[in-house]
């Protein structure tokens, strides 16, 4: 649906000059593509993907080893044939005594070369204690469920949640910042369109006057050095008017440009044919603390300031005990259970690990100061903002309410130019006043309409600029 909307806007826009696209078209256009948005969307998901992970680590852990190995040679437990001495039972004594040759003479055993010899002995053959391990494999199946990992996992769980909100929160800046950007190319394109309108009335008012002298001329009621003074000023008019169509040209392209359409896209802007702007009054009075609340890039501080506030919880973890259940099924081949058969023997086991930090020098403490010191830096950071914010409202403030006061000068001083115009040329039709006095009334005609125009684009800037450090931005 979004898709259809954006190409339907850009068809208006591309469609022709007859069409006329608004600042929230403009401001739409902009949204859908510019490049730091999307970048910031993403990193929305991947702050998403990144909780989900977090989460992952409350549940128990399914990993799946296997292996093979391929060994040249078989294994013996021993190096040649054993005999292995035996016992027999022995009822005088109830207990089993080795089958000793004994000296009958003595009655003792006899002993060769410092060893007993005895009588029957068992054969331990190196064949039955030799292995074939030619091509060994096995594979385990283990389940590891964390019981208590010194509180790491709810601290990672909570900066990733917090993290993907900073990551909403920045994506807002970038929109605010966006449509500032827009507004103000929108504007200066309006501002540009007046100006350029204000120089072709311009033109046509010296080319008048240019008419009037000539004829003058011929008549002989004015001089050559007039009519070569006014000359000048259509001249200079002329080009004035050519700086302002280039201008207006360029001012049209980054507009486009920002709205991501093609630079050569011709938009009429719904407020650039307007004699007046609907001029909205800012508010007059503030409330710090709901422009904490509304201001994106303090939230984000806040945000960043709880995230550094868990670092130091996942610091402090690495002291404490860590426990957690394994289990697990393995197999091996040959089968190490049953003689090393060639054949898989299966097995499975429970238990439980504990790992307790006992001593690391000062090392892991150091981490947690460092984590701590990070998390006041932050805290600074934070204060220091909310100061630095304070003082951009006020003069942000100052700034509008000076504008307008411009604003308001700049039509008295144009109502004042126009009657200056007026009367001069009809003294100078009558004879009772100079060209260079019309000419000045002219060129002050032309300086109080530009002021009034930049003034009036100044209310309407100054108005969005306090909008967007208030964070009453609507959009």
Request: glycine share 4%; charged share 20%.
């Amino acid at each position: 649906m979004r898709n259809i909307v954006f190409i339907a806007l850009c068809a208006i826009a591309m469609a022709s000059s007859a069409q006329v696209v608004t600042l929230d078209s403009c401001r739409h256009m902009a949204l859908r593509n510019n490049k730091e948005i999307q970048q910031a969307s993403m990193g929305i998901e991947k702050a998403s993907y990144q909780r989900k992970e977090a989460a992952a680590a409350y549940l128990p852990q399914f990993d799946l080893t296997a292996g093979y190995i391929y060994n040249s040679r078989k294994v013996s437990l021993i190096k040649e044939d054993q005999l292995l001495p035996t016992k027999s039972f022995n009822p005088q004594t109830g207990q089993y005594d080795f089958n000793l040759l004994i000296d009958p003479s003595t009655g003792y055993p006899i002993q060769v070369d410092g060893q007993y010899v005895p009588t029957t002995v068992a054969l331990l053959p190196k064949s039955g204690m030799t292995y074939n391990i030619h091509n060994l494999m096995g594979g385990a199946l283990t389940v590891t469920q964390p019981i208590y990992m010194g509180g790491k996992i709810t601290a990672m769980n909570q900066i990733t949640d917090l993290a993907e909100q900073l990551a909403r929160e920045m994506r807002e800046s970038k929109v605010e910042d966006v449509i500032y950007n827009v507004d103000a190319a929108y504007w200066q394109v309006v501002s540009l369109c007046a100006k350029q309108k204000l120089a072709r009335s311009y033109v046509n008012l010296v080319q008048s006057l240019d008419n009037d002298v000539k004829a003058m001329v011929n008549e002989g009621l004015a001089t050559r050095s007039n009519q070569l003074a006014v000359d000048v000023k259509l001249n200079e008019a002329n080009v004035d008017m050519t700086k302002v169509d280039n201008g207006v040209t360029l001012s049209r392209m980054l507009l486009s440009q920002l709205c991501g359409l093609p630079v050569n896209v011709f938009m009429t802007l719904a407020d650039e044919g307007r004699d007046e702007l609907n001029l909205s009054l800012a508010p007059s009075n503030f409330n710090l603390d709901e422009v904490y609340d509304k201001r994106h890039d303090v939230r984000s501080l806040e945000l960043a300031t709880k995230i550094y506030d868990q670092q130091v919880k996942v610091a402090r973890s690495e002291m404490m005990p860590k426990l957690a259940a394994v289990a697990a099924l393995h197999a091996t081949n040959p089968n190490s259970y049953n003689g090393f058969e060639n054949r898989f023997g299966a097995a499975f086991s429970v238990g439980a690990t504990l790992r307790v930090p006992l001593w690391h020098w000062g090392g892991l403490s150091n981490k947690v100061k460092a984590a701590q010191v990070d998390a006041r830096v932050k805290r600074l950071e934070l204060e220091d903002a909310k100061e630095k914010i304070a003082l951009q409202i006020s003069q942000a403030a100052f700034s509008y309410q000076e504008s307008y006061k411009t604003y308001e000068a700049t039509k008295a001083n144009l109502a004042q130019a126009d009657e200056n115009l007026r009367i001069a040329n009809i003294a100078f039709k009558e004879g009772m006043g100079t060209l260079d006095e019309v000419l000045g009334a002219q060129t002050a005609w032309l300086k109080a309409n530009s002021e009034k125009i930049d003034a009036e684009i100044n209310v309407q800037m100054c108005y969005e600029y306090l909008n967007k450090v208030m964070g009453t931005m609507s959009y």
